[in-house]
């Protein structure tokens, strides 16, 4: 007798997987929930009765008929009075033939069409559609792509006012949560600054416009740039290009003595960093013991366009330096709603705004106004 168990998220699940392996015929012969799965064991072979006259297996189409009518009544069982009106029900229910099997795929994946819209739906009484009060304002947020965690947290600047007051003191309120206080300083105070991020977010054109800030302000061009990295992880082309722009010195740093050479620099340095999280970490926290906190300088790139998924990836790498975030490729896409509710939630502040078309000239340093403008274009522009 073949025996198979499966593990899936639900029974209808586990009962699809089974029909598929095992054909229309088989019999459950046991159902277990473990932690949030179910797990189910089926046999294609039917088990006789046994001698107290109760069977000792179930068969699928009554399983399918108990999952149906959970799914569509919220009743516990189907029991049927007598034996013949149990087979009558078998009759019925049983996806005898592969019309019948699509028309249970098709009810199935209409139902779970069905949970998912009623996930994303808000529902609100009718004193929620006026537009006088403070769950309108939130409604009409969240609907752009503010997370209902933002709002939440923020929830005292969209009391009792209407519309256009809620949203515009709300996103002042963002504004004041999210912008640091002197980006600009931030720089100029550090005497290491480490560019972090993902291989094509703009390390590297980032690096080199922090440096040419610094340069911009110093006739003796006291910055050099560098790479951290193995040598094979490097990209050196780009950045010595950048270093002959901006006529600053060029170095390459590896892993294993980056913090002894970083220390016998005498000019301040803008380091673009190539190696993965761990040996990051491990160098900026051991030139942080050297030198103190305050002259290192972090900045973490969240391109323009980014999920919450892949911000949410980042902060888990490099959250605990507590970095400044640069938005890069704005002249390519908005920071949405999204992005700035999830960097939100994990508590970075924005430092700078740039694209990717320009060195000189082409850095913004945010701060509270400059923020809040951003913000209200940022909901017009996801609004449309």
């Known amino acids: 007798m073949t025996i198979l168990t499966v593990r899936a998220n639900d029974t209808a699940t586990a009962m699809d997987e089974i029909v598929e392996k095992l054909g ?59 034996q013949d009106s149990k087979r009558e029900l078998v009759r019925q229910i049983s996806p005898e033939n592969e019309r019948d099997l699509t028309i249970f795929k098709q009810m199935n994946s209409e139902l779970r069409t069905l949970r998912s819209t009623l996930d994303d739906m808000v529902l609100t009484d009718m004193a929620g559609l006026s537009p006088n009060l403070q769950s309108a304002t939130k409604v009409k947020l969240q609907k752009v792509g503010f997370s209902s965690h933002v709002l939440q947290k923020l929830k005292a600047s969209l009391s009792n006012v209407e519309y256009e007051d809620g949203r515009d003191h ?55 740039l560098g790479q951290l990295g193995a040598h094979q992880d490097l990209h050196m082309d780009s950045l010595k290009s950048f ?18 050479k970083l220390l016998e620099i005498e000019q301040k340095v803008v ?37 919450k998924h892949y911000i949410k990836k980042l902060a888990d ?4 330096l507590k970095p400044l975030i640069a938005c890069t490729k704005t ?32 850095l913004s340093f945010v701060n509270q106004s400059f923020l809040a403008q951003y913000l209200k274009e940022s909901m017009i522009s996801f609004s449309q």
């Open 271 to 307: 380091v673009d960093v190539c190696t993965g999280p761990i040996e990051a970490l491990k160098t900026i926290n051991m030139l942080k013991n050297r030198v103190g906190a305050k002259k290192v300088l972090t900045v973490l790139i969240s391109p323009a366009g980014s999920s």
């Open 317 to 320: 790498s490099f959250g605990s």
């Open 243 to 260: 270093s002959r722009l901006i006529n600053v010195p060029n170095i390459n740093l590896n892993p294993d003595n980056a913090v002894k």
């Open 170 to 224: 709300f996103l002042n309120t963002l504004a004041a949560e999210l912008a640091d206080d002197d980006p600009d300083e931030a720089i100029v105070n550090s005497r290491y600054i480490f560019v972090l991020g993902a291989s094509g977010s703009g390390k590297t054109t980032l690096s080199a416009k922090f440096a040419a800030r610094i340069a911009e302000d110093s006739k003796k061009r006291v910055v050099a």
């Open 331 to 362: 002249d390519e896409n908005m920071v949405s709603p999204e992005e700035f509710s999830t960097i939100t939630a994990h508590n970075f502040s924005i430092g700078y705004l740039t694209g990717t078309k320009s060195i000189l000239k082409s």
């Open 24 to 82: 229309t015929d088989s019999y459950i012969i046991d159902t277990k929930k473990v932690g949030n799965e179910m797990l189910v064991k089926a046999t294609n072979n039917p088990v006789k009765k046994s001698p107290t006259g109760k069977a000792s297996s179930k068969n699928f189409s009554n399983m399918m008929s108990k999952e149906l009518s959970d799914k569509l009544t919220g009743s516990v069982t189907i029991e049927a009075k007598d």
